[in-house]
């Protein structure tokens, strides 16, 4: 999603699902090939966490 504010869930290889947003008001998590999820925020109201 591009400056929505509802989530897109993408998946890559991973055992959790991926969620990615930019530019919107909830956060943005991604996961590459990983078993625990990464949380990363674009140009978003909240916080960015990256594992």
Sequence with gaps: NNSSATPTTT???SATPT???NSSATPTTTNNSSATPTTTNNSSAT???TN
């Design 47 to 49: 916080p960015t966490t």
């Design 19 to 21: 969620t990615t947003n």
């Design 11 to 13: 998946n890559n290889s």
